[in-house]
């Protein structure tokens, strides 16, 4: 166990090293390029000693978004083991958003920059990042409607931050692809059309459109590595780990075949549940099949489970909700966690109640309606983020499975 600790220290600490480096770049190389740029635009030692200072006080408010982020695991999938991939995404960013100002006034393609940011950290971030980098786009343009150009593209990024977020593992995008980018037609055509021009002319929408045309070739080609670097990537993982005849589901089996079927049955009911309520299957199934797996190791400790689960490189999320069902300190919140809670109840009591007679005939609604009672005032659910309807689903799904539980006699 000490030497458990000692790894995980060391592993905390190295990984804190490795922020702190990218935070300190994010915060020199936000105020060395806007300073730089500012020069080169033509601005004076005033006004670009100005620009830079909102810089940095945007990259300070970034960065202060990203550590709260880290502390609160607010990190969309994996993004928190991998925040190199926001400080390139960002970067990035960075010298478009010093280079858009050469482009006309409509020609900016924020949109992908907005959604970009966001895929890899999170809404929150995504938000405050596109913000700054287009506040310093703004700075150094010049002309009286910088303020315009602002908010026609904060609009446009916001509402393609929002209908994004709606995104999980299905990644079905195509609906919102489609609208962020009407809606960024729509705010630069009203850009166009009101503070642009004077009379309407076809012409006018040449540069939306153009602006169009590059956003969504922009968003096809980060989408594409998105899903590639994350989305089948861990699919591929959960195909393994959700096998049973994995090696590591094998392992308990040869340790305790009492314990490996009790997983079966368990991950079998979480994976029904997690269907039923639009939640990511694989991470509850997975979880079902390895929240008894450190019995393979003696106890069934959240020390012995977590020290299996990184050496098996299992991802971020199952880790987190074992973690929150198996460590006593911690609090049941997300709903994964709670699927996990009663079917693993419900297989262990049916279990128990064949073990003593195999031929009992058993109520089954009225055992799964003893248990959801004992554990709503057991106050082990009071901090969860199921709906009461979400839990009324899972007890009808739970009594819905009398058949199968008359195969565990």
Known sequence: MEKTVETDNKMENTGHIGRRIQEALLFL?????????????????????GIVILALMGACGLLFSVEQSVQSDGFLFDNKEHLWRFTVIYL?????????PMLPAGGWPYLAVFIGLMLFSNQMIGIFSGAVLLMISCLLCSGTDSYIRFFVYFTGGLIGIIVFSYVNVSFKVGLPLLISLMVQTVCLSIQEVLYVNETLKAAMFLIPVVNLLVCLILLLVLLKYFSFSIIYKNRDRYM?????????????????????????????????????????????????YYHRIGTVRGENSWENVQAILEENNFPQRVR?????????????????????????????????LFSKDP???????????????????????????????ELQEMKNILVEEKLYYDFLR
């Not at 190389?29 to 000693?49: D, K, N, P, Q, V």
């Not at 308990?252 to 269907?275: G, M, P, Q, V, W």
């Open 240 to 288: 393994d780990i959700n096998d049973p005849e994995c090696p590591l589901l094998v392992e308990l089996k040869n340790t305790s075949k009492e314990e490996y079927y009790h997983a079966i049955h368990t991950a079998y009911l979480c994976d029904r549940i997690a269907k039923r309520l639009k939640l990511d299957d694989a991470v509850v199934k997975a979880c079902g």
């Open 320 to 352: 987190d909700i074992l973690r929150e069902y198996i460590d006593k300190t911690e609090i049941m919140v997300s709903k994964e966690t709670i699927v996990l809670l009663f079917s693993d109840t419900v297989i262990a009591s049916v279990n128990y």
């Open 29 to 49: 190389l936000t105020g060395a390029g806007t300073g730089a740029a500012a020069f080169l635009y033509g601005r004076t030692l005033i006004e670009a000693s």
């Open 359 to 389: 031929k009992i005939q058993l109520d089954y609604s009225k055992i799964i309606e003893g248990i959801f009672k004992k554990r709503m005032e057991s106050g082990m659910i009071d901090y969860s983020d199921l709906t009461f309807g």
């Open 92 to 100: 990035i960013c960075l010298a478009g958003s010093i280079l858009f």
